[in-house]
Protein backbone atom coordinates (compact mmCIF):
# COMPACT_ATOMS: atom_id res chain seq x y z
CA UNK A 1 0.00 0.00 0.00
CA UNK A 2 0.96 3.29 -0.91
CA UNK A 3 0.30 6.49 1.03
CA UNK A 4 -0.09 9.63 0.00
CA UNK A 5 -0.71 12.88 2.23
CA UNK A 6 -2.09 16.06 1.30
CA UNK A 7 -3.74 19.73 2.56
CA UNK A 8 -0.77 21.02 4.78
CA UNK A 9 0.01 24.51 4.55
CA UNK A 10 0.48 27.79 6.80
CA UNK A 11 -2.86 28.90 8.47
CA UNK A 12 -3.11 31.21 11.38
CA UNK A 13 -3.89 30.82 15.10
CA UNK A 14 -7.77 29.49 15.26
CA UNK A 15 -7.74 28.52 11.46
CA UNK A 16 -8.34 25.36 9.93
CA UNK A 17 -7.13 22.55 7.72
CA UNK A 18 -8.08 19.50 6.54
CA UNK A 19 -5.73 16.73 5.36
CA UNK A 20 -6.11 13.84 3.32
CA UNK A 21 -4.51 10.76 2.78
CA UNK A 22 -4.99 8.56 -0.02
CA UNK A 23 -3.85 5.10 -0.32
CA UNK A 24 -3.55 3.03 -3.55
CA UNK A 25 -2.45 -0.62 -4.02
CA UNK A 26 -4.19 -3.34 -1.84
CA UNK A 27 -6.47 -2.29 0.35
CA UNK A 28 -8.39 -4.92 1.81
CA UNK A 29 -6.63 -5.71 4.61
CA UNK A 30 -6.33 -2.69 7.01
CA UNK A 31 -7.41 -2.91 10.17
CA UNK A 32 -6.83 1.30 11.28
CA UNK A 33 -5.11 4.12 9.56
CA UNK A 34 -4.02 7.11 11.41
CA UNK A 35 -2.11 10.30 11.63
CA UNK A 36 1.36 11.00 13.49
CA UNK A 37 2.95 14.14 13.43
CA UNK A 38 6.82 15.01 14.14
CA UNK A 39 7.29 18.73 15.61
CA UNK A 40 10.83 20.20 15.01
CA UNK A 41 13.60 18.95 17.72
CA UNK A 42 10.64 16.49 19.00
CA UNK A 43 9.51 12.96 18.45
CA UNK A 44 7.47 11.57 16.44
CA UNK A 45 3.90 11.41 18.31
CA UNK A 46 0.03 9.89 18.10
CA UNK A 47 -2.69 12.02 17.03
CA UNK A 48 -5.72 10.28 16.20
CA UNK A 49 -6.75 7.04 14.62
CA UNK A 50 -9.88 5.27 12.91
CA UNK A 51 -10.82 1.61 12.32
CA UNK A 52 -11.23 1.21 8.71
CA UNK A 53 -14.05 -0.60 8.78
CA UNK A 54 -16.01 0.27 11.56
CA UNK A 55 -15.36 3.65 12.06
CA UNK A 56 -14.22 3.47 15.82
CA UNK A 57 -11.97 6.41 16.42
CA UNK A 58 -8.83 7.39 19.42
CA UNK A 59 -7.64 10.42 19.71
CA UNK A 60 -4.18 12.23 21.39
CA UNK A 61 -5.35 14.18 24.26
CA UNK A 62 -4.16 17.45 22.98
CA UNK A 63 -6.38 17.49 20.03
CA UNK A 64 -9.47 16.11 21.29
CA UNK A 65 -11.98 18.30 20.66
CA UNK A 66 -10.29 20.06 17.87
CA UNK A 67 -9.66 17.41 15.37
CA UNK A 68 -11.79 15.43 13.98
CA UNK A 69 -10.60 11.75 11.67
CA UNK A 70 -12.58 10.33 9.12
CA UNK A 71 -12.68 7.67 5.96
CA UNK A 72 -14.08 7.25 3.14
CA UNK A 73 -13.20 3.78 2.15
CA UNK A 74 -15.08 3.73 -1.33
CA UNK A 75 -12.44 6.81 -1.90
CA UNK A 76 -9.65 4.71 0.24
CA UNK A 77 -8.85 8.02 1.66
CA UNK A 78 -8.73 9.26 5.37
CA UNK A 79 -9.03 12.72 6.73
CA UNK A 80 -8.21 14.75 9.75
CA UNK A 81 -10.18 18.36 9.71
CA UNK A 82 -8.11 20.36 12.25
CA UNK A 83 -10.03 23.31 13.69
CA UNK A 84 -8.75 25.91 16.56
CA UNK A 85 -5.24 25.27 15.40
CA UNK A 86 -3.00 26.32 17.73
CA UNK A 87 0.97 26.96 16.97
CA UNK A 88 1.87 24.11 18.97
CA UNK A 89 0.53 22.21 16.07
CA UNK A 90 2.93 22.96 13.56
CA UNK A 91 4.59 19.81 12.58
CA UNK A 92 4.95 17.53 9.77
CA UNK A 93 2.09 15.13 9.52
CA UNK A 94 2.42 11.80 8.76
CA UNK A 95 -0.74 9.43 7.63
CA UNK A 96 -0.02 5.59 8.37
CA UNK A 97 -1.82 2.30 8.25
CA UNK A 98 -1.70 -0.88 10.23
CA UNK A 99 -2.54 -4.39 8.41
CA UNK A 100 -5.13 -6.82 9.92
CA UNK A 101 -2.92 -9.00 12.46
CA UNK A 102 -0.10 -6.79 12.66
CA UNK A 103 1.36 -5.30 15.78
CA UNK A 104 1.59 -1.82 15.10
CA UNK A 105 2.00 0.67 11.65
CA UNK A 106 3.86 -0.78 9.30
CA UNK A 107 3.03 1.71 6.16
CA UNK A 108 3.94 5.29 6.05
CA UNK A 109 2.89 8.47 4.11
CA UNK A 110 5.38 10.97 2.76
CA UNK A 111 3.97 13.74 5.42
CA UNK A 112 2.86 17.08 4.70
CA UNK A 113 4.15 20.21 6.73
CA UNK A 114 1.26 22.34 8.73
CA UNK A 115 2.44 25.92 9.89
CA UNK A 116 0.47 27.78 12.51
CA UNK A 117 1.98 31.48 12.94
CA UNK A 118 0.53 33.18 15.95
Known amino acids: VQLQACGGGLVQAGGSLRLSCIAS????????MGWFRQAPGKEREFVCS????????DYAYSVKGRFTISRDTAENTMYLQMNSLRSEDTAVYYC????????????WGQGTQVTVSS
Open 96 to 107: AQRRMFSAGYGD
Open 25 to 32: GRTDNIYR
Open 50 to 57: ITWSGGVT
